[in-house]
């Protein structure tokens, strides 16, 4: 049986998650938060105490389970969508996503996922290397400033303590890092949609991706 996917890629902020929940839902496929995943890694890593700078630290990665219900992540059998949220997690997530070892890991498992169901996936290489024959691919992004403020506005309104200049800062930093990476840096696939979505809200953005997505899963349909 062959399955569908949509792969959204962009940089930290863009709205990502928020947009590929809102689909996977009005689909009915598996949304997979590949982010989330990176986030988990970094937690433990923290949790366990290891050099975050070193790649070959994270052999616990073989024994740590990951699943994803409902679009919420399970590691070890817990739901860790809460602690891997913290800012020490957001702080140090780049730098483990930067090691080979944990990205073919982690890309393995994303892979495997997309072989047995349609998802919806989001992230940094979803459609140059995790999905590259995913049916459609969208690069989102916005302006630094923009998702700044959503980043701000989303920590405030769950209660956690924000700074809006330092987040920017960081934003800056894990674009760098997220783009410069020798290894799967987050760049456009060849083939990808690129949508700015610094002027449009989370229902424009949503309904232009789903309308795409539909007409070319109706087009194939029809082949």
């Known amino acids: 049986m062959n399955h569908h996917a949509l792969a959204i890629d962009g940089p930290a902020g863009a709205g990502k998650s928020t947009v590929a929940k809102i689909l996977a839902k009005k689909l009915g496929y598996t949304y997979i938060d590949t982010g989330a995943m990176y986030r988990a890694t970094t937690y433990k890593a923290l949790r366990l105490k290891v ?4 790649p070959e630290a994270f052999g616990f990665l073989d024994s740590t ?17 809460e602690k ?4 020490s997690v957001s702080n140090n997530v780049s730098v483990v996503a930067s090691h080979i070892p944990v990205r073919n ?3 393995a498992i994303q892979q495997k996922i997309a072989q047995d169901d349609n998802v919806v996936m989001d992230g940094r290489d979803i459609g140059t290397i995790v999905l590259p024959q995913a049916d459609l691919k969208i690069y989102m992004t916005a302006s630094v400033e923009e998702r700044a403020r959503r980043r701000h506005e989303e920590n405030l309104a769950n209660g956690i303590e924000s700074d809006y200049q330092k987040i920017q800062k ?12 020798a290894y799967n840096p987050l760049r456009q696939a060849e083939d990808a949609v690129y949508l700015d979505t610094s002027h449009l809200d989370i229902e424009q953005v949503s309904e232009q991706i789903y309308r795409q997505f539909m007409m070319i899963i109706d087009a194939k349909r029809s082949e």
């Open 51 to 54: 050099d975050l700078d070193d």
């Open 65 to 81: 389970p990951m699943t994803f219900r409902d679009g919420i992540l399970f590691m070890d059998g817990e739901d860790v969508s």
């Open 84 to 87: 891997i949220r913290t800012h």
């Open 105 to 107: 890991k982690l890309v």
């Open 170 to 181: 960081d934003i800056e930093r894990r674009d760098k890092i997220d783009s410069s990476r």
